[in-house]
T-cell receptor, first 113, second 110 residues
């Protein structure tokens, strides 16, 4: 089965702390891509970061980094120095081949002041 | 630059009625997707298209039909709406690698 699993329904973190959101995936494809999206309470989907299956270095975008462990089939999102505005739903997604794009169930992150 | 536009943004249907949701993108993307989002379920793929004139089933295709007659438009149809189809529907289009999303359509079937 080709699927994405996010095992943390909710996370609570103190402001300025780092946070890791877990994502594991299952695919037999050799070529795939992994994404993280943020969905604030307003509902829009905001692209955060991407990692290709052949990329050897972990992707980084500002305070976001993707901890890609291919052998473990995990693609965790790390947010450094969390801010109140980081409170949102976070979705991990996987591109299968060149076409299909499937999402995990999401993790609701709450940043406490 | 409009990006991805979904029409309508809100709709209430009675059970058994039909409707079509329109997704339009102005980025010349080949790939387009329809998802539904329900509490605790994340985004589930309904149908997708890899180019004009093509469509394919996703994870939850039953009760929906799609068409991609023009590259820029991807239509999602409900032939006979059911209360189980109450959801928020998102359209997305993709080049490489990022997918761009519309603002969503909140559909309620009563």
């Amino acid at each position: 089965a080709q699927k994405i699993t996010q095992t943390q329904p909710g996370m609570f973190v103190q402001e300025k702390e780092a946070v890791t959101l877990d994502c594991t995936y299952d695919t037999s494809d050799q070529s795939y891509g992994l994404f993280w999206y943020k969905q604030p309470s307003s509902g829009e989907m905001i692209f955060l970061i991407y990692q290709g299956s052949y990329d050897e270095q972990n992707a980084t975008e500002g305070r976001y980094s993707l901890n890609f462990q291919k052998a473990r089939k995990s693609a965790n999102l790390v947010i450094s120095a969390s801010q109140l505005g980081d409170s949102a739903m976070y979705f991990c997604a996987m591109r299968l081949g060149a076409q299909k794009l499937v999402f995990g169930q999401g993790t609701r992150l709450t940043i406490n002041p | 630059n409009a990006g991805v536009t979904q029409t309508p943004k809100f709709r209430v249907l009675k059970t058994g009625q039909s409707m079509t949701l329109l997704c339009a993108q102005d980025m010349n993307h080949e790939y387009m997707y329809w998802y539904r989002q329900d509490p605790g379920m994340g985004l589930r793929l309904i149908h997708y298209s890899v180019g004009e004139g093509t469509t394919a089933k996703g994870e939850v295709p039953d009760g929906y039909n799609v068409s991609r007659l023009k590259k820029q438009n991807f239509l999602l149809g409900l032939e006979s709406a059911a209360p189980s189809q109450t959801s928020v529907y998102f359209c997305a289009s993709r080049s490489t690698p990022e997918a761009f999303f519309g603002q969503g359509t909140r559909l309620t079937v009563v």
